[in-house]
């Protein structure tokens, strides 16, 4: 895989991430709770769409890096927020932009899981391969 299919990937967990809720008020989150009874099909519709993207991502993501993976990939990126905030250039006080942290966070970690695999494969010479479930 290209550098262009890792920048897809990226791309696409922050596009579901942040279309799903975001500080600023323009997602699904927010469509849903302003609700004044209409298009209330088209409301159902797009959150079953966003369910089964988000089971097919996170699927394959904790499938690649598994419970320890998740687990320092969101500690190293902590820690550099953590780093960034010491040195003066967040604010710690500032509910809007850690919600964007919150978020960014988990994008880059959903999205080292789905391209773990293809990274593997090319450093490695090994593939991963996923069984369905019995």
Known sequence: MKLSGYIVRALSCFLLLFATWNPAGYSYAAWVAGD??????LKVAVGVLLFIVYLIYLRIAWLALGALGVG?????????????????VFDGQAPFW?????????????AAGLCWAHFKRRVMGTSQVIYPPP
Do not use: K
């Open 98 to 110: 850690t919600g964007y942290l919150v978020l960014t966070v988990a994008a880059i970690t959903m």
């Open 72 to 88: 320092i990939s969101a500690a190293i990126l902590l820690s550099g927020y953590m780093t960034l905030r010491h040195f003066g």
């Open 36 to 41: 004044d009874g209409s298009r209330l099909s």
